[in-house]
């Protein structure tokens, strides 16, 4: 579904990712670890198409299609998801305004239908419920007064409705505390299906206690230097990142 | 001498002397309004229309931007009397008492001036300026004087229209009354309305006016409003028309103690458009919110310039401005907090934000504060920017069109300052109206 070649990328000049390889393929969930600095999060909004994220060379093919001449939205209608280390904060635009737009949108793109308002109404309630979401949190401005947990409730949601093919969860778990690492792990657990792929960024192996992936890759200085399986996690938990910065130096 | 100074004139302003001296004999008013129009037609002819030299006007020159000036109307016909009608929609599907001028002038069988709710006196200014009402010989042209204000004077020299509103103490309007102001002759004129509310003690009114435009007019509208101790006026004007529209309107307030005031002004349209407001406290304890937002796209020009003159204290006063400036536009907002030497415990804050939509437009603010008193607290900010780059890349990212998602954010924009506005209809058609707007820009 995700193949990641050779992806080179700059931020204001500086070249953060070098010659990235990644596949996925759909049914599989990938963790992407690595220390402070690797690239991870730049991997996350080259793949969302953040401006000022600029793939130098490679390509980013989501079922063999390059996506980097697309725009964000077309990504999104193509099926990508990103959810956001920092989700931001919009006032004045209403949680459920922004849901609607969002939905109808992507619906329109593919040809569908618009949602009608019961319909739309129904869908929220129940994926809110679902993520302990209080109904009156919708109607405030998008992120406006939430806390560090709901927010991230709160991308969680929209990737329930949202449905995308590919997820990928940038640091989900950090600023959460343990109840609402539950919640949010067990959002993103019932979203998994053979058809869905998704790529979890995370610092620490703590997230990977609740959301379990079939492929783990270790990510220093801008490439993967390491692939394994659910216990590389457990590993560098016991071990650090140490070894693979020195490994990226060496290679590079 | 006398060759050389009448050599400095403009075209528009020997324009309008003419124009006064065809027209002063068949302007209403009796002997005495006659001696205010004469008076107030010589300082203007003393200042002419006002240029960039002086300070208020410094980024609206009306002297370069207003080269000729359009004849007086005639009298409505049929045709322009429908446009009118649909011009009083702008404000949606309020429940008001309508109040309809047609090239400034009065049209009962378009108003509502019966079944009006008790207490409230409606009467058409050429009527009450013929007569001689108490009201316009106690009030008119005497409830802020402004200085030099060659638009104001102008106003007072050719006023031939406009309402006089009177809610007795005590009173609580029911419906809104919405003043539909219509230029919508076929020929281009010069429009001169002029308006007089008093709201007395303890009284509650609100009060919409509307203006909308057919091409080519030229309007200079003012209204006088007294608000009475303990008085509540909320004061809304929706201003729209064609992108060769000349609109000035002058508000001038005198707000007695412990009262209430929300003003809010909402620009649409209109090629170049001065709204000035002179708001100034009379009596302690009033809250006063002066309000506004403005759309502007093309070459659009729309000038705010308030002075929020505390000369009681113990007042709070609002002043936030929003504004969205698309194309080669231009946006103007100057505010001037005083506060008097005995004005002790003021509260006074003036905000105004900017939105560019594009590279070539413009902003222009300057906030003042002329404090004499030393117990206040009074402040002032402004922002101007583009769109958050960043809440654009979220709302794209979640498959929302880069079009779509800069509505999405220009709506937030604005519907911060519309939120002040506290009739919920009112609220909805402004939003309607702002959502039109992004339509318009979208395709």
Known sequence: MLEVKNLHVEVDGKQILQGLDLVVNKGEVHAIMGPN???????????????????????????GENILEMQPDERAVKGLFLAFQYPLEIPGVATMTFLRTALNAQRKARGQAELSTPEFLKLVRDAAAKLEINPDMLRRGVNVGFSGGEKKRNEILQMALLQPRLCVLDETDSGLDIDALKIVSEGVNRLRSPDRAMVVITHYQRLLDHIVPDVVHVLSKGRIVKTGGKELALELEARGYAEYQDEAALAS | MNAEVLSLKTGAELALAETYAAAKAKLP?????????????????????????????????????????????????????????????????MDV??????????????????????????????????????????HLGKVVATEREGVVSLNTALMRDG???????????????HLVFAATGDKPASVFTRSLIVVEEGA???????????????????????????????????????????????????????????DFAFNIGGGVVRNQLFVRFDGEGTVASLRGASLLK???????????????????????????LDGESRGVFQGKIIVRPHAQKTDAKMMTRSLLLSET????????????????????????????????????ARGIPEVEAEALLVQAFIGEAIEGIEHAGLRDALMEHVVAWLRARGG
């Open chain 2, 163 to 177: 309402a006089l509103i009177h809610v007795a103490k005590g009173a609580t309007v029911e419906h809104p009354v």
């Open chain 2, 361 to 396: 437009a413009e902003a222009d603010s300057k906030p003042e504060l002329e404090i004499f008193a030393d117990d206040v607290q009074c402040g002032h900010g402004a922002t101007a920017g583009a769109l958050d780059e960043d809440l654009k890349f979220y709302l794209m």
């Open chain 2, 298 to 324: 093309g070459k659009q020009h729309a000038d705010t310039t308030l002075i929020a003159d505390h000369k009681a204290g113990g007042c709070q006063s609002r002043e936030v401005f929003a504004s969205v």
């Open chain 1, 37 to 63: 600095g690797s690239g991870k999060s730049t991997l996350s909004y080259v793949m969302a198409g953040k401006p000022g994220y600029e793939a130098t060379h490679g390509e980013i093919l989501l079922d």
């Open chain 2, 29 to 93: 008013g009796d002997g005495r309004v006659a001696a205010l129009r004469e008076a107030a037609f010589r300082q203007f002819d003393d200042t002419g229309l006002p240029s960039w030299r002086i300070e208020q006007w410094h980024y609206t020159d009306l002297r370069a931007l207003m080269r000729d000036v359009r004849p007086l109307p005639g009298a409505p016909d049929a045709a322009a009397k429908a446009r009118a009608n649909d011009a009083g929609r702008l404000i949606g599907d």
């Open chain 2, 204 to 262: 509650r009114a609100m009060v919409v006016e509307s203006h909308d435009a057919a091409a080519g007019h030229q309007v200079n509208t003012a209204i006088e409003l007294i608000v009475g101790d303990k008085a509540h006026v909320d004061h809304i004007k929706i201003t729209a028309g064609p992108a060769d529209l000349v609109h000035i309107s002058s508000l001038m307030a005198a707000v007695g103690a412990h009262a209430r005031l929300n």
């Open chain 2, 97 to 138: 008492r309508r109040i309809v001028f047609v090239d400034g002038v009065f049209v009962p069988e378009l108003s509502d001036l019966q079944n009006l709710s008790p207490g409230l006196t409606i009467r058409p200014m050429a009527q009450a300026l013929a007569a001689g009402d108490p009201l316009v010989a106690a």
